[in-house]
């Protein structure tokens, strides 16, 4: 069982950035595919990005391509999202998610997750 913990929410203007935080419990994060999804009321989970275990090979949603980065520092068990340029359609409940089998972009190829963190963009 691995236990994720999301952190770096808030609010923030349109055009501003935040950095996002998921901390693991497990100490072989490197084994885990990592990936970030959010949802806003009234919508279904989205894919955001995701980083591969081993090669640390990264993928992005394209509403979010070219203004958010992830990475991922297995010494520490952490994984972070980078969001920068910000839009009001931002705005969501992030998640980070880790799976075993493989990365993608599929909430249900996930094992686990993590509580979510609020991200509010104003305009």
């Known amino acids: 069982q691995v236990q994720l913990v999301e952190s770096g929410g808030g609010l923030v203007q349109a055009g501003g950035s935040l950095r996002l935080s998921c901390a693991a419990s497990t100490r072989t994060l490197s084994s885990y595919h990592m990936g970030w999804f959010r949802q806003a009321p009234g919508k279904e989970r989205e894919f955001v990005a995701a980083i591969s275990a081993s090669l640390g090979i990264t993928y992005y949603g394209n509403s979010v391509k070219g203004r958010f980065t992830i990475s991922r520092d297995n010494d520490k068990n952490t994984v972070a999202l980078q969001m920068n340029s910000l839009k009001p359609e931002d705005t969501a409940v992030y998640y980070c998610?880790?799976?075993?089998?493989?990365?993608?972009?599929?909430?249900?190829?996930?094992?686990?997750w993590g509580q979510g963190t609020q991200v509010t963009v104003s305009s």
């Open positions: 998610a880790a799976s075993l089998s493989r990365s993608g972009a599929t909430p249900g190829q996930y094992n686990y």
